[in-house]
């Protein structure tokens, strides 16, 4: 499987690392855009450098390279995930302003009919965010919010995005080994 992988700035580019982490390790092929905004946020929240995202991703992107593999509907993909997606990058994808690589290959999967998996992260949401959220959805999006979960023992933050990761997993039929799913009472 190969998928697009974009980090945008929103609070919790940590989730965008960790995913990356996973599908390295689930053996799918990775093409990684970050976002100027995501690396401010990746220095504010975390010890962490664009390189190290980097360095686990098959493929990196410049966002300003409206060149790349990636801004083409002939590079064949599974899909793409947007984690975390920020308000903005949510109000280009469903206006169709493309003005930098990622929001362009989330176009490009919107045209082509490729599985497009948002991470939104805001809180609260205004009723532009979830107007924004609804044309995302009704354009054939999977919305897939880091919502708390507190089934299944997911007692820490990393359990919480175990969680979401096993989520995004789930939407391209995939099984992830750090996520339980829920077998009834
Ligand atoms: C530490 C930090 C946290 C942020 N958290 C959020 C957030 O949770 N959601 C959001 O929509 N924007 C958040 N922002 C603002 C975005 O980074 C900003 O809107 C930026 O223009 C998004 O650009 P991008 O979508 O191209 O990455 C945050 C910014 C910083 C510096």
Redesign the pocket.
Known sequence: MRLIVG??????VVMGYALLKAFREAGVETHLVV????E??LA??TSLRAEDLKGLADAFYD?RDMAARIASGSFASDGMIVI???????A?IVSGYAD?L??RAADVCLKEGRKLVLV????PLSLV?LRNLKAAAEVGCAIVPPMLTFYGGADTVGKQIDHIIGKIFLQFGLAYKNSTSWNGV
Not at 7 to 12: C, D, K, L, Q, R
Not at 84 to 90: G, V
Not at 120 to 123: F, L
Request: net charge neutral; with cysteine.
């Open positions: 980090i945008s700035g929103a609070s919790g976002t100027e905004a995501a401010k946020t504010c929240e966002p975390p997606c920020s308000m903005k990058t949510l280009g930098n990622m929001l939104p992260r805001e809180t965010h």
